[in-house]
Protein backbone atom coordinates (compact mmCIF):
# COMPACT_ATOMS: atom_id res chain seq x y z
CA UNK A 1 0.00 0.00 0.00
CA UNK A 2 1.97 3.09 -1.15
CA UNK A 3 -0.39 5.23 -2.77
CA UNK A 4 -4.06 6.60 -1.36
CA UNK A 5 -5.79 5.45 -4.04
CA UNK A 6 -5.54 2.00 -5.56
CA UNK A 7 -7.65 -0.39 -3.23
CA UNK A 8 -9.10 2.68 -1.81
CA UNK A 9 -11.15 3.76 -5.19
CA UNK A 10 -11.36 -0.35 -6.01
CA UNK A 11 -13.37 -0.17 -2.74
CA UNK A 12 -11.29 -4.14 -1.73
CA UNK A 13 -8.22 -5.25 -0.10
CA UNK A 14 -5.26 -7.24 -1.31
CA UNK A 15 -5.89 -10.44 -0.34
CA UNK A 16 -3.24 -11.10 2.74
CA UNK A 17 -5.33 -7.91 4.05
CA UNK A 18 -9.08 -9.61 3.41
CA UNK A 19 -7.17 -12.65 4.91
CA UNK A 20 -6.16 -10.45 8.27
CA UNK A 21 -9.70 -8.92 8.63
CA UNK A 22 -11.43 -12.12 8.15
CA UNK A 23 -9.42 -13.90 10.73
CA UNK A 24 -9.52 -11.46 13.29
CA UNK A 25 -13.62 -10.85 12.87
CA UNK A 26 -13.99 -14.92 13.20
CA UNK A 27 -11.89 -14.47 16.50
CA UNK A 28 -13.92 -11.65 17.51
CA UNK A 29 -17.15 -12.90 16.88
CA UNK A 30 -15.96 -16.46 18.68
CA UNK A 31 -13.73 -15.47 21.08
CA UNK A 32 -14.19 -11.98 22.58
CA UNK A 33 -17.74 -11.04 22.13
CA UNK A 34 -18.89 -14.44 24.42
CA UNK A 35 -16.90 -12.98 26.99
CA UNK A 36 -17.64 -9.25 26.52
CA UNK A 37 -20.54 -9.02 28.87
CA UNK A 38 -18.91 -10.42 31.87
CA UNK A 39 -15.80 -8.72 31.41
CA UNK A 40 -17.62 -5.25 31.43
CA UNK A 41 -19.98 -6.08 34.45
CA UNK A 42 -16.92 -7.41 36.51
CA UNK A 43 -14.53 -4.45 35.70
CA UNK A 44 -12.13 -7.53 34.85
CA UNK A 45 -9.28 -7.59 32.71
CA UNK A 46 -10.07 -10.22 29.48
CA UNK A 47 -6.11 -12.25 30.62
CA UNK A 48 -7.07 -15.20 28.38
CA UNK A 49 -8.28 -13.02 25.29
CA UNK A 50 -5.22 -11.31 25.59
CA UNK A 51 -3.47 -14.17 25.62
CA UNK A 52 -5.18 -15.39 22.25
CA UNK A 53 -4.28 -12.10 20.34
CA UNK A 54 -0.93 -12.90 21.67
CA UNK A 55 -0.77 -16.50 20.23
CA UNK A 56 -2.25 -15.04 17.02
CA UNK A 57 0.27 -12.52 16.64
CA UNK A 58 -1.62 -9.35 16.53
CA UNK A 59 0.40 -7.93 19.30
CA UNK A 60 3.59 -8.23 16.88
CA UNK A 61 1.53 -7.40 13.56
CA UNK A 62 3.52 -4.03 12.50
CA UNK A 63 6.98 -4.93 13.57
CA UNK A 64 9.76 -6.91 11.73
CA UNK A 65 10.27 -10.07 12.56
CA UNK A 66 13.80 -9.59 13.94
CA UNK A 67 12.38 -8.04 17.31
CA UNK A 68 9.75 -11.12 17.11
CA UNK A 69 7.19 -9.02 15.28
CA UNK A 70 4.88 -10.40 11.96
CA UNK A 71 6.54 -8.48 9.73
CA UNK A 72 3.33 -6.40 8.66
CA UNK A 73 2.64 -3.20 8.58
CA UNK A 74 0.14 -0.21 10.64
CA UNK A 75 -2.47 -0.73 8.41
CA UNK A 76 -2.57 -4.24 8.88
CA UNK A 77 -2.81 -3.57 13.16
CA UNK A 78 -5.94 -1.04 11.80
CA UNK A 79 -7.83 -3.78 10.02
CA UNK A 80 -7.39 -5.58 13.64
CA UNK A 81 -8.57 -3.03 15.49
CA UNK A 82 -11.67 -2.03 12.92
CA UNK A 83 -12.71 -6.01 13.38
CA UNK A 84 -11.80 -6.38 17.47
CA UNK A 85 -14.27 -2.65 18.08
CA UNK A 86 -17.29 -3.97 16.28
CA UNK A 87 -17.87 -6.50 20.03
CA UNK A 88 -15.44 -4.85 22.01
CA UNK A 89 -14.32 -1.68 22.19
CA UNK A 90 -12.24 -2.41 25.64
CA UNK A 91 -10.45 -5.25 24.01
CA UNK A 92 -9.67 -3.39 21.26
CA UNK A 93 -8.27 -0.72 23.33
CA UNK A 94 -5.99 -3.19 24.92
CA UNK A 95 -4.12 -4.25 21.20
CA UNK A 96 -4.13 -0.31 20.32
CA UNK A 97 -2.59 0.63 23.36
CA UNK A 98 -0.13 -1.95 23.52
CA UNK A 99 1.35 -1.89 20.12
CA UNK A 100 1.07 1.68 19.42
CA UNK A 101 1.51 3.65 22.74
CA UNK A 102 3.48 0.74 24.00
CA UNK A 103 5.75 -1.16 21.79
CA UNK A 104 5.81 1.32 19.11
CA UNK A 105 7.73 4.01 21.12
CA UNK A 106 10.86 1.67 21.92
CA UNK A 107 10.83 0.44 17.54
CA UNK A 108 10.65 3.75 16.80
CA UNK A 109 13.22 5.92 18.81
CA UNK A 110 14.81 2.82 20.85
CA UNK A 111 18.29 2.34 20.47
CA UNK A 112 19.64 -1.46 18.97
CA UNK A 113 20.08 -2.75 22.86
CA UNK A 114 17.05 -1.25 23.88
CA UNK A 115 14.67 -2.87 21.17
CA UNK A 116 16.76 -6.64 21.44
CA UNK A 117 15.62 -6.49 24.86
CA UNK A 118 12.35 -4.66 25.11
CA UNK A 119 10.56 -5.61 21.35
CA UNK A 120 10.44 -9.18 22.11
CA UNK A 121 8.74 -9.18 24.98
CA UNK A 122 6.02 -6.73 23.60
CA UNK A 123 5.48 -8.11 19.79
CA UNK A 124 5.11 -11.57 21.32
CA UNK A 125 2.33 -10.66 23.51
CA UNK A 126 4.28 -11.78 26.77
CA UNK A 127 4.11 -8.16 28.36
CA UNK A 128 2.41 -5.19 27.64
CA UNK A 129 4.05 -1.67 27.73
CA UNK A 130 2.33 1.71 29.07
CA UNK A 131 2.49 5.05 27.77
CA UNK A 132 3.04 7.89 30.46
CA UNK A 133 2.34 11.05 29.27
CA UNK A 134 -1.09 12.51 30.25
CA UNK A 135 -1.39 14.45 33.85
CA UNK A 136 -3.30 15.80 36.18
CA UNK A 137 -2.82 19.36 35.28
CA UNK A 138 -1.96 18.85 32.15
CA UNK A 139 -4.67 17.35 29.55
CA UNK A 140 -4.43 18.18 26.28
CA UNK A 141 -1.54 20.34 27.45
CA UNK A 142 1.34 17.80 27.22
CA UNK A 143 3.84 20.07 27.29
CA UNK A 144 2.68 21.47 30.58
CA UNK A 145 4.33 18.31 31.88
CA UNK A 146 5.41 18.65 35.51
CA UNK A 147 7.07 14.78 36.37
CA UNK A 148 10.54 15.67 36.59
CA UNK A 149 13.91 13.29 35.75
CA UNK A 150 17.29 14.65 36.66
CA UNK A 151 20.48 12.53 36.72
CA UNK A 152 22.14 11.39 39.89
CA UNK A 153 25.40 9.39 39.67
CA UNK A 154 24.54 7.39 36.77
CA UNK A 155 20.85 6.90 37.18
CA UNK A 156 17.53 9.12 36.45
CA UNK A 157 16.05 9.58 39.22
CA UNK A 158 11.59 10.43 38.23
CA UNK A 159 9.27 12.61 40.30
CA UNK A 160 5.60 13.48 39.51
CA UNK A 161 2.48 11.63 38.34
CA UNK A 162 0.32 10.39 35.30
CA UNK A 163 -3.40 10.04 34.80
CA UNK A 164 -5.52 7.67 32.57
CA UNK A 165 -2.61 5.39 31.73
CA UNK A 166 -3.79 2.49 30.02
CA UNK A 167 -2.26 -1.25 30.13
CA UNK A 168 -0.37 0.56 33.09
CA UNK A 169 -1.34 -2.00 36.21
CA UNK A 170 -2.20 -5.47 34.70
CA UNK A 171 0.06 -8.47 35.95
CA UNK A 172 2.26 -8.23 32.70
CA UNK A 173 3.01 -4.93 32.30
CA UNK A 174 6.64 -4.41 32.34
CA UNK A 175 7.39 -1.32 31.12
CA UNK A 176 6.55 2.07 31.27
CA UNK A 177 7.65 4.92 29.29
CA UNK A 178 7.28 8.23 31.23
CA UNK A 179 7.85 12.02 29.38
CA UNK A 180 9.67 14.02 32.25
CA UNK A 181 11.54 17.15 32.21
CA UNK A 182 15.15 16.87 32.47
CA UNK A 183 15.85 20.68 32.09
CA UNK A 184 15.83 23.95 30.70
CA UNK A 185 16.96 24.96 27.45
CA UNK A 186 16.35 29.09 26.48
CA UNK A 187 13.75 29.38 29.26
CA UNK A 188 11.88 26.49 27.64
CA UNK A 189 11.36 23.11 29.56
CA UNK A 190 13.43 20.38 28.24
CA UNK A 191 10.96 17.03 27.86
CA UNK A 192 12.88 13.75 27.30
CA UNK A 193 11.41 10.50 27.28
CA UNK A 194 12.38 7.42 29.56
CA UNK A 195 11.77 3.17 30.14
CA UNK A 196 10.83 2.50 33.48
CA UNK A 197 10.21 -1.00 33.92
CA UNK A 198 8.03 -2.71 36.18
CA UNK A 199 8.46 -3.23 38.92
CA UNK A 200 10.48 -0.25 39.57
CA UNK A 201 11.37 0.86 43.53
CA UNK A 202 8.98 4.23 44.20
CA UNK A 203 6.66 3.41 40.86
CA UNK A 204 3.21 2.82 41.60
CA UNK A 205 0.02 1.95 39.71
CA UNK A 206 -2.90 3.57 42.11
CA UNK A 207 -6.09 1.75 42.32
CA UNK A 208 -7.65 1.21 38.92
CA UNK A 209 -10.64 4.36 37.77
CA UNK A 210 -14.18 3.18 37.77
CA UNK A 211 -14.83 4.23 34.25
CA UNK A 212 -17.87 4.86 32.58
CA UNK A 213 -16.91 2.88 29.98
CA UNK A 214 -13.80 0.41 28.99
CA UNK A 215 -14.63 -1.85 31.73
CA UNK A 216 -12.24 -4.42 30.60
CA UNK A 217 -9.37 -1.98 29.79
CA UNK A 218 -6.90 -1.45 32.84
CA UNK A 219 -6.08 1.86 33.40
CA UNK A 220 -4.75 3.75 36.39
CA UNK A 221 -3.15 6.87 38.11
CA UNK A 222 0.73 6.56 38.42
CA UNK A 223 2.61 7.86 40.84
CA UNK A 224 6.93 8.16 40.41
CA UNK A 225 8.59 8.91 43.66
CA UNK A 226 12.33 8.87 43.47
CA UNK A 227 12.11 6.09 40.92
CA UNK A 228 15.30 5.17 39.82
CA UNK A 229 16.82 3.74 36.58
CA UNK A 230 20.18 3.83 34.78
CA UNK A 231 21.29 6.85 32.56
CA UNK A 232 20.75 4.21 29.57
CA UNK A 233 17.03 4.17 30.02
CA UNK A 234 17.09 7.26 28.15
CA UNK A 235 14.29 7.25 24.89
CA UNK A 236 15.60 8.42 22.16
CA UNK A 237 17.51 11.59 22.51
CA UNK A 238 17.46 14.13 25.54
CA UNK A 239 15.01 16.67 24.79
CA UNK A 240 13.60 15.19 21.89
CA UNK A 241 10.64 13.39 24.04
CA UNK A 242 8.25 15.87 23.63
CA UNK A 243 8.49 15.82 19.56
CA UNK A 244 9.08 11.95 19.49
CA UNK A 245 5.39 11.56 21.51
CA UNK A 246 3.72 14.07 18.85
CA UNK A 247 4.56 11.29 16.22
CA UNK A 248 3.08 8.11 18.09
CA UNK A 249 0.32 10.49 18.89
CA UNK A 250 -0.13 10.95 15.15
CA UNK A 251 0.21 7.53 14.13
CA UNK A 252 -1.77 6.34 17.33
CA UNK A 253 -5.08 8.46 15.69
CA UNK A 254 -5.12 6.30 12.62
CA UNK A 255 -5.29 3.39 15.03
CA UNK A 256 -8.31 5.10 17.03
CA UNK A 257 -9.98 5.80 14.23
CA UNK A 258 -9.68 2.45 12.98
CA UNK A 259 -11.06 1.48 16.36
CA UNK A 260 -13.92 3.95 16.43
CA UNK A 261 -15.07 2.45 12.68
CA UNK A 262 -15.13 -1.05 14.25
CA UNK A 263 -17.53 0.66 16.79
CA UNK A 264 -19.53 2.69 14.44
CA UNK A 265 -19.94 -0.44 12.02
CA UNK A 266 -20.66 -3.15 15.05
CA UNK A 267 -23.81 -0.23 15.89
CA UNK A 268 -24.75 -0.64 11.98
CA UNK A 269 -24.79 -4.47 12.08
CA UNK A 270 -26.61 -5.09 15.49
CA UNK A 271 -28.82 -2.81 14.59
CA UNK A 272 -29.63 -3.96 11.12
CA UNK A 273 -30.05 -7.18 13.05
CA UNK A 274 -32.43 -6.14 15.34
CA UNK A 275 -34.60 -4.25 13.02
CA UNK A 276 -35.39 -7.32 11.02
CA UNK A 277 -36.16 -9.68 13.83
CA UNK A 278 -38.04 -7.33 16.02
CA UNK A 279 -41.41 -6.95 15.09
CA UNK A 280 -44.23 -4.28 16.61
CA UNK A 281 -47.56 -3.64 15.14
CA UNK A 282 -47.43 -7.06 12.75
CA UNK A 283 -44.24 -5.66 11.19
CA UNK A 284 -40.84 -6.03 11.61
CA UNK A 285 -39.37 -2.31 12.42
CA UNK A 286 -36.86 -2.40 9.44
CA UNK A 287 -39.22 -1.73 7.18
CA UNK A 288 -40.46 1.55 8.92
CA UNK A 289 -38.71 4.43 6.87
CA UNK A 290 -37.72 6.21 10.02
CA UNK A 291 -35.67 2.97 11.18
CA UNK A 292 -34.42 1.96 7.57
CA UNK A 293 -33.16 5.68 7.01
CA UNK A 294 -31.68 6.03 10.26
CA UNK A 295 -29.94 2.84 10.04
CA UNK A 296 -28.72 4.04 6.38
CA UNK A 297 -27.17 7.22 7.79
CA UNK A 298 -25.30 5.54 10.18
CA UNK A 299 -23.44 3.04 7.46
CA UNK A 300 -22.76 6.48 5.37
CA UNK A 301 -21.11 7.55 8.91
CA UNK A 302 -19.02 4.38 8.96
CA UNK A 303 -18.31 4.11 4.92
CA UNK A 304 -16.85 7.70 5.08
CA UNK A 305 -14.96 7.29 8.48
CA UNK A 306 -13.48 4.16 6.96
CA UNK A 307 -12.14 5.80 4.03
CA UNK A 308 -10.76 8.67 6.18
CA UNK A 309 -8.77 6.33 7.92
CA UNK A 310 -7.96 4.38 4.98
CA UNK A 311 -6.25 7.07 3.65
CA UNK A 312 -4.65 8.35 6.25
CA UNK A 313 -2.34 5.37 6.80
CA UNK A 314 -1.62 4.98 2.79
CA UNK A 315 -0.15 8.23 2.99
CA UNK A 316 1.86 7.40 6.24
CA UNK A 317 2.95 4.11 4.96
CA UNK A 318 4.15 6.08 2.00
CA UNK A 319 6.52 8.40 3.94
CA UNK A 320 4.40 11.01 3.36
CA UNK A 321 2.96 13.88 5.70
CA UNK A 322 -0.30 12.69 7.46
CA UNK A 323 -0.82 14.87 10.20
CA UNK A 324 -3.98 16.32 8.70
CA UNK A 325 -5.19 12.94 7.46
CA UNK A 326 -4.82 11.51 11.12
CA UNK A 327 -6.52 14.03 12.61
CA UNK A 328 -9.07 14.25 10.13
CA UNK A 329 -9.70 10.50 10.40
CA UNK A 330 -10.02 10.17 14.71
CA UNK A 331 -12.37 13.38 14.29
CA UNK A 332 -14.98 12.17 11.63
CA UNK A 333 -14.60 8.20 13.34
CA UNK A 334 -15.26 9.40 16.98
CA UNK A 335 -18.28 11.14 15.97
CA UNK A 336 -19.12 8.46 13.76
CA UNK A 337 -18.98 5.79 16.83
CA UNK A 338 -20.44 8.42 18.89
CA UNK A 339 -23.52 8.89 16.65
CA UNK A 340 -23.75 5.61 15.75
CA UNK A 341 -23.91 4.21 19.32
CA UNK A 342 -26.63 6.93 20.52
CA UNK A 343 -28.99 6.25 17.13
CA UNK A 344 -28.64 2.34 17.72
CA UNK A 345 -29.31 2.62 21.42
CA UNK A 346 -32.42 4.20 20.20
CA UNK A 347 -33.43 1.55 17.88
CA UNK A 348 -33.09 -0.78 20.08
CA UNK A 349 -35.26 1.05 22.64
CA UNK A 350 -35.44 0.05 26.31
CA UNK A 351 -33.15 -2.69 25.10
CA UNK A 352 -30.31 -0.60 24.16
CA UNK A 353 -30.35 0.58 27.97
CA UNK A 354 -29.37 -2.69 28.82
CA UNK A 355 -25.64 -3.30 29.48
CA UNK A 356 -25.79 -6.86 28.35
CA UNK A 357 -26.59 -5.80 24.40
CA UNK A 358 -23.91 -4.55 22.75
CA UNK A 359 -25.09 -1.19 21.54
CA UNK A 360 -25.62 -0.38 25.34
CA UNK A 361 -21.78 -1.19 26.00
CA UNK A 362 -20.98 0.97 22.78
CA UNK A 363 -22.87 3.94 24.03
CA UNK A 364 -20.87 4.10 26.99
CA UNK A 365 -17.76 2.97 25.88
CA UNK A 366 -17.77 5.12 22.46
CA UNK A 367 -17.49 8.87 24.19
CA UNK A 368 -13.99 8.33 25.64
CA UNK A 369 -13.29 8.07 21.58
CA UNK A 370 -13.90 11.71 21.44
CA UNK A 371 -11.42 12.59 24.35
CA UNK A 372 -8.80 9.90 24.51
CA UNK A 373 -5.33 10.61 22.49
CA UNK A 374 -6.19 14.14 21.52
CA UNK A 375 -9.85 15.65 21.91
CA UNK A 376 -12.08 16.68 19.62
CA UNK A 377 -11.10 20.34 19.75
CA UNK A 378 -7.68 19.22 19.20
CA UNK A 379 -8.26 17.60 16.18
CA UNK A 380 -10.02 20.53 15.30
CA UNK A 381 -7.18 22.61 16.00
CA UNK A 382 -4.70 20.71 14.38
CA UNK A 383 -6.84 20.67 11.24
CA UNK A 384 -7.13 24.09 11.20
CA UNK A 385 -3.57 24.71 11.59
CA UNK A 386 -2.65 22.59 8.76
CA UNK A 387 -5.12 24.68 6.22
CA UNK A 388 -2.83 27.73 7.22
CA UNK A 389 -4.75 29.42 9.81
Sequence with gaps: MTDSSGFLSSGTLPDHYEQLANTVRDFARTVVAPVAAKHDEEHSFPYQVVRAMADMGLFGLPFPEEYGGMGGDYFALCLALEELGKVDQSVAITLEAGVSLGAMPVYRFGNEAQKREWLPQLTSGQALAAFGLTEPGGGSDAGATKTTARLDDGHWVINGSKQFITNSGTDITKLVTVTAVTGETDGRKEISSILVPVPTDGFTAEPAYNKVGWNASDTHPLSFDDVRVPEENLLGERGRGYANFLRILDEGRIA??????????????????????????????????????????????????????????????????????????????????????????????GYGFVNEFTVARHYRDSKILEIGEGTTEVQLMLIARQAGL
Design 256 to 349: IAALSVGAAQGCVDESVRYAKDREAFGRSIGSNQAIAFKIARMETRAHVARTAYYDAAALMLSGRPFKKEAAIAKLVASEAAMDNARDATQIFG
